[in-house]
T-cell receptor, first 113, second 113 residues
Framework: LAKTTQPISMDSYEGQEVNITCSHN???????ITWYQQFPSQGPRFIIQ???TKVTNEVASLFIPADRKSSTLSLPRVSLSDTAVYYC??????????????FGRGTQLTVWP | GAGVSQSPRYKVAKRGQDVALRCDPI?????LFWYQQALGQGPEFLTY????????KSGLPSDRFFAERPEGSVSTLKIQRTQQEDSAVYLC???????????FGDGTRLSIL
């Protein structure tokens, strides 16, 4: 199972764009990249998932270069409520493997007024 | 519809007592996962069910931990003869099929005195 490396913490101000990069040098052919968000006293919440190039939804974009050894979660115009821990997970999304994806310690994003 | 529900939200037990934690997954979700999350860490996999079958229990830390899902819906995680190191948040997640994101409950915070 591919492990990931992401910054322990990041700071931003309201209204700015935030980019969180995750390294996953050992990514395998069948692996997908998934990002979750977690607030204190809550379970993780799915943000976005992708395999290659760029994926965009209503809350974020995910950029994946051709070699897929890293990925960048982009949060446009963050607000105070985006303060949370963000996890980058890499792995095969089938069966038991889906549950065994490595969360690591995530990135604590703090948004300031 | 309703999300994943876990109960109790908080549990305090004395060392040596047995505890039971309950998870109600989203209706119709085939796959169910249990995780343990220590303070400041990401969730770590404990066990995986597909319907009523426990297909992977490789993450259970000891034989004091036992999980079941007898009818393929509600699941119970039981910890016997609790120890202080069992103190953590226990998260449950479910998903409808492969490649779909996991839906997490808000967890049970277990404190062993």
């Amino acid at each position: 199972l591919a492990k990931t490396t992401q910054p322990i913490s990041m700071d931003s101000y309201e209204g700015q764009e935030v980019n969180i990069t995750c390294s996953h040098n050992n990514i395998a052919t069948n692996d997908y990249i998934t990002w979750y968000q977690q607030f204190p006293s809550q379970g993780p919440r799915f943000i976005i998932q992708g395999y290659k190039t760029k994926v965009t939804n209503e809350v974020a974009s995910l950029f994946i270069p051709a070699d897929r050894k890293s990925s960048t979660l982009s949060l446009p115009r963050v607000s105070l409520s985006d303060t949370a821990v963000y996890y980058c997970l890499v792995g095969d999304l089938r069966g038991s493997t889906l549950g065994r994806l490595y969360f690591g310690r995530g990135t604590q994003l703090t948004v300031w007024p | 519809g309703a999300g994943v529900s876990q109960s109790p939200r908080y549990k305090v037990a004395k060392r040596g007592q047995d505890v039971a934690l309950r998870c109600d997954p989203i209706s119709g979700h085939v796959s169910l996962f249990w995780y343990q999350q220590a303070l400041g860490q990401g969730p770590e996999f404990l066990t995986y069910f597909q319907n009523e079958a426990q297909l992977d229990k490789s993450g259970l830390p000891s034989d004091r931990f036992f999980a079941e899902r007898p009818e393929g819906s509600v699941s119970t995680l039981k910890i016997q003869r609790t120890q202080q190191e069992d103190s953590a948040v226990y998260l449950c997640a479910s998903t409808s099929e492969d490649f779909q994101p996991q839906h997490f409950g808000d967890g049970t915070r277990l404190s062993i005195l």
